[in-house]
């Protein structure tokens, strides 16, 4: 087992632009998005809408799984697999700092779906997975 703060894990995840996140649905049934997120030594985050399907599983049952993959073009595989806990994020400091990290990281795609502000929308949630278990291959 890793650890998210491990060096290889956290090369690997900032190298990567999507990761799939898993949330449950009310019948236990998996439910998987491709969701944009910052790697963080202790976490991830991730940004959503308010409202949609992913955000009311959170919501109602906190445990995720995210995972990411890559074949090299020399065909190793590489990836990581995280399971943990989501917290929604309340307005803060904090969360404004993430934000900004979130709009350098995503610069411009994420301005133009905000109609251009680097103010977060109302509408929107903001997420931290804090892991229980981590797992890698390939990492070297």
Same mark, same amino acid.
């Given at each position: 087992?890793?650890?998210?703060?491990?060096?290889?894990v956290?090369?690997?995840?900032?190298?990567?632009?999507?990761?799939?996140?898993?949330?449950?649905?009310?019948?236990?049934?998996?439910?998987?998005?491709?969701?944009?997120?910052?790697?963080?030594?202790?976490?991830?985050?991730?940004?959503?809408?308010?409202?949609?399907?992913?955000?009311?599983?959170?919501?109602?049952?906190?445990?995720?799984?995210?995972?990411?993959?890559?074949?090299?073009?020399?065909?190793?595989?590489?990836?990581?697999?995280?399971?943990?806990?989501?917290?929604?994020?309340?307005?803060?400091?904090? $969360?404004r700092?993430?934000?900004? !990290?979130?709009?350098? %990281?995503?610069? +411009?795609?994420?301005? #133009?779906? /905000? *109609?251009?502000? $680097?103010?977060?929308?109302?509408? !929107?949630?903001?997420? %931290?997975?804090? +892991?229980?278990?981590? #797992?890698? /291959? *390939?990492?070297?």
């Amino acid at each position: 087992m890793n650890a998210l703060s491990d060096p290889p894990v956290q090369s690997f995840l900032a190298a990567r632009e999507v990761v799939v996140l898993a949330t449950l649905m009310p019948d236990g049934a998996p439910a998987a998005t491709p969701m944009w997120f910052l790697p963080e030594p202790d976490a991830l985050v991730m940004l959503s809408v308010d409202g949609l399907r992913k955000v009311a599983n959170l919501a109602r049952d906190p445990r995720v799984a995210v995972a990411a993959e890559t074949t090299t073009p020399e065909g190793a595989v590489r990836g990581v697999t995280v399971r943990g806990r989501a917290e929604i994020l309340a307005d803060s400091a904090e $969360r404004r700092a993430l934000v900004a !990290r979130f709009l350098d %990281r995503y610069h +411009p795609r994420l301005e #133009r779906i /905000w *109609g251009g502000s $680097r103010v977060m929308p109302a509408n !929107r949630v903001m997420f %931290r997975i804090r +892991p229980g278990r981590v #797992r890698s /291959w *390939g990492l070297g």
